[in-house]
Nanobody, 121 residues
């Protein structure tokens, strides 16, 4: 019943920029955190950036100073502004949200399907 959808990926030249968007919909009463993860071919999935509903952020060292995560709590949405992109940023980017669907129950993670980001000249 909960759906997480990403968009905004594509092909960009080194030094360019992209903005990824993610929105969660369905039966949601509270979101604790949303974030972005990425997985390159042959590599493990890694954290890129996360943000809580209160605005606390966390970034991987490899993207600090280049990427910015932001949110829109009213839309259950999270964004990733990616600047100064490098070929090593090439990966499938996944959105994750930690939420609960009903008061009085536990929290669960929900993942999007992923969006491809390719940085190449």
């Amino acid at each position: 019943q909960v759906q997480v959808v990403e968009s905004g990926g594509g092909l960009v030249q080194p030094g360019g920029s992209l903005r990824l968007s993610c929105a969660a919909s369905g039966s949601i009463v509270s979101i604790a955190a949303m974030g972005w993860y990425r997985q390159a071919p042959g590599k493990q999935r890694e954290l890129v950036a996360t943000t809580t509903s209160g605005g606390v952020t966390n970034y991987a060292d490899s993207v600090k100073g280049r990427f910015t995560i932001s949110r829109d709590n009213a839309k259950n949405a999270v964004y990733l502004q990616m600047n100064s992109l490098k070929p090593e940023d090439t990966a499938v980017y996944y959105c994750k949200t930690n939420l609960r669907r009903h008061y009085g129950v536990g929290w669960n993670d929900y993942w999007g399907q992923g969006t491809q980001v390719t940085v190449s000249s």
